[in-house]
């Protein structure tokens, strides 16, 4: 039996993750679920994985999840303490898939029982990506990817060598607003930037993919992962999501992954690894397809890539405020106080003013100094 957890098991990762583990109840022993206002699918979930822990992160919620629980001897907590009292319980697996800086904490806990951690939370590694990664080196853990892109990453560089590589490229479908003639996009709405051609995901995360804020994470992301330079790594438009990142070696070869845009694909590799087992995700029809388009995006469509570029060039704490730039900038715009257009300016802003104050050198980041960057680039963007 597999000791597992599973942070922000409410929402869609966490739902897919559920999905994948349930069929196979015989082979997990479900430590924890955390979720935050969805108490009583948090409740289901864990009565039915017989989970020992289940936790909301919103305290005023505790009553409901404890009634929910009544009698079945799953316990039940609140607040960040007790996500971090979970994290501390030891797991051979645990899926990081907390949305915002808020899954870092957790992230960096887990890590220290050694094991996996699956990590969706991209948002912990731009904001802290060194020192996420030296906390798995010093207790012998490993971080997975599960975003379909590095994932796909993974996959592709296989058993080749990390040096041979020349480039990589990871894809983006563009987001529901792609075909959106230029001076229409500061009219977007929230639900229009909020739906997704391919991918069914959390509120926050269709968003940015609409502005490539995604995107422009991932590149850190990628940077991250594989210690690419900012120049050897190139986001491509591709509509389909098909093809979800290739990797381009010195010899001219480039190496593809290809898949249905599920994300139990990612989620099944992380938890499966180093072997492959069945998935229930849909087999790519080639011929049904018939054709895979590629083009190249638009800077002034989707600025936040250059930002990213920016930030990966210059390391130490820019990765951290342009992560809370963004979160801010989103709820900005989701609280409809900004438009669309109004939230990569804001997030540049913010990087340049904490760059004028030289707030963003270090050599080596740590946990204190990351939250400290979150917290004064959150508010510099709500008050410029
Ligand atoms: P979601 O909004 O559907 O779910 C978020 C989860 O986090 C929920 O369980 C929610 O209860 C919990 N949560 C929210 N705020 C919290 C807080 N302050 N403290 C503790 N828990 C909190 O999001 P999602 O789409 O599942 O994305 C989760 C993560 O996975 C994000 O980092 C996202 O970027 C990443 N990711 C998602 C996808 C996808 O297909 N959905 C793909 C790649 C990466
Ligand atoms: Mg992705």
């Not at 599973?6 to 966490?14: C, D, K, M, R, V």
Request: net charge negative; charged share 20%; aromatic share 4%.
């Amino acid at each position: 039996m597999r000791r597992v957890s599973i942070f922000g098991a409410t929402g869609s990762i966490g739902q897919n993750t559920i999905d994948l583990i349930a069929r196979a109840p015989d082979e997990y022993d479900v430590v924890a679920l955390t979720g935050a206002s969805n108490v009583a699918q948090l409740a289901a979930d864990a009565r039915r994985l017989g989970a020992e822990l289940a936790v909301t992160a919103d305290e005023a919620r505790l009553p409901e999840l404890r009634d929910a629980l009544a009698g079945t001897g799953i316990e039940a907590a609140a607040g960040q303490a007790a996500l971090e009292e979970a994290a501390d319980r030891p797991t051979d697996w645990c899926m990081s898939a907390i949305v915002g800086a808020a899954g870092l904490v957790p992230g960096l806990r887990a890590l220290r029982h050694g094991g996996t951690l699956a990590l969706a939370n991209k948002e912990s590694l731009v904001c802290a990506g060194p020192l996420l990664m030296a906390e798995a080196r010093a207790h012998g853990a490993r971080v997975l990817p599960v975003d379909s892109e590095h994932s796909a990453v993974f996959q592709a560089l296989a058993d080749n060598d990390p040096g041979a590589v020349e480039k990589i490229v990871i894809t983006a479908s563009g987001g529901g607003l792609r075909d959106w003639p230029l001076d229409r996009l500061a009219q977007a709405t929230v639900e229009e930037a909020g739906s997704h051609p391919n991918w069914d995901m959390g509120q926050r995360i269709t968003i940015d993919s609409a502005s490539m804020f995604n995107k422009a994470m991932e590149l850190i992301e990628t940077h991250e992962y594989f210690g690419t330079p900012p120049g050897g790594i190139e986001a491509v438009i591709h509509p389909q999501s098909i093809v979800h990142a290739l990797v381009q070696f010195r010899d001219g070869a480039l190496m593809a992954h290809l898949g249905a845009p599920d994300m139990r694909h990612a989620i099944g590799f992380a938890l499966h690894w180093p072997e492959r087992r069945d998935l229930p995700v849909d087999r790519v029809d080639l011929t049904a397809l018939g054709s895979l388009e590629f083009s190249a995006p638009d800077p002034a469509r989707y600025p936040a890539l250059d930002l990213a570029r920016a930030v990966i060039a210059g390391g130490g704490l820019r990765g951290a405020a342009f992560n809370a730039a963004k979160e801010a900038a989103l709820d900005l715009f989701i609280g409809g106080e900004i438009a669309f257009t109004d939230m990569a300016p804001r997030v540049e802003a913010t990087l340049n003013g904490l760059e004028r104050r030289g707030c963003l050198d270090a050599d080596r980041i740590t946990l204190d100094m990351v939250l400290d960057t979150d917290r004064v680039a959150r508010a510099l963007t709500h008050a410029p």
